[in-house]
């Protein structure tokens, strides 16, 4: 799974090939949680609040990456 950001212990990561929709990993310590790229929705998973809010605000300021990223791990 390719690592696509670091920060604060978080690793934010994608499978390529992977299922719709669209989604990255958060991983964090024991925790790892999905969120959609479109619109920033928890889709399965949990991870500590500080870490939650703060994937979150990272995931606002590079959706553009994440969507890219997304784009060239799924090509068909």
Request: with cysteine; hydrophobic share 50%.
């Amino acid at each position: 799974m390719p690592t696509i950001a670091e920060f604060d212990g978080i690793k934010i990561c994608m499978y390529g090939e992977d299922h719709a929709p669209p989604h990255f990993h958060a991983l964090f310590a024991e925790f790892e949680a999905q969120f959609r790229i479109s619109d920033l929705v928890l889709l399965v998973g949990n991870l500590p609040k500080a870490q939650f809010r703060k994937v979150l605000a990272w995931a606002g300021d590079n959706q553009g990456v994440l969507a890219l990223h997304w784009v060239r791990l799924n090509e068909e």
